[in-house]
């Protein structure tokens, strides 16, 4: 009975410290982790969106690059159609 007593009455402070020490630390560890995880997949779809806008734009770029050289070869195709047909009348009259 004796002995019982001192168990219940003796100070356990230090020891409780000591496990809310460790489970504290165990539960910032996994808060950590949890927290890097979803860092890292955001990262990774980020990435992933940034690499599809680029390309979306490069093609952009090239199609906008190749309607204006469309629509300048035909200006000068019609420039040079109207110098000949200003020549051709000129040389008419």
């Known amino acids: 009975m004796k002995e019982l007593a001192e168990l219940a009455y003796r100070d356990t402070t230090g020891e409780n410290r000591e496990f ?10 996994e808060i950590q982790q ?5 860092l890292e997949t955001v990262r990774g779809e980020l990435e992933t ?11 952009s770029s090239f199609v906008a ?7 300048r070869n035909n200006i000068n195709k ?8 200003n020549a ?3 040389q008419s009259i």
């Open 20 to 29: 809310w020490k460790n489970e504290m630390g165990h539960a910032l560890r």
């Open 34 to 38: 949890v927290y890097d995880d979803k």
């Open 49 to 59: 969106l940034y690499n599809v806008k680029v390309s979306s734009m490069q093609i």
């Open 65 to 71: 690059d190749y309607n204006y050289l469309t629509s």
């Open 78 to 85: 019609l420039e040079l159609t109207t110098w000949r047909g």
């Open 88 to 90: 051709y009348l000129a």
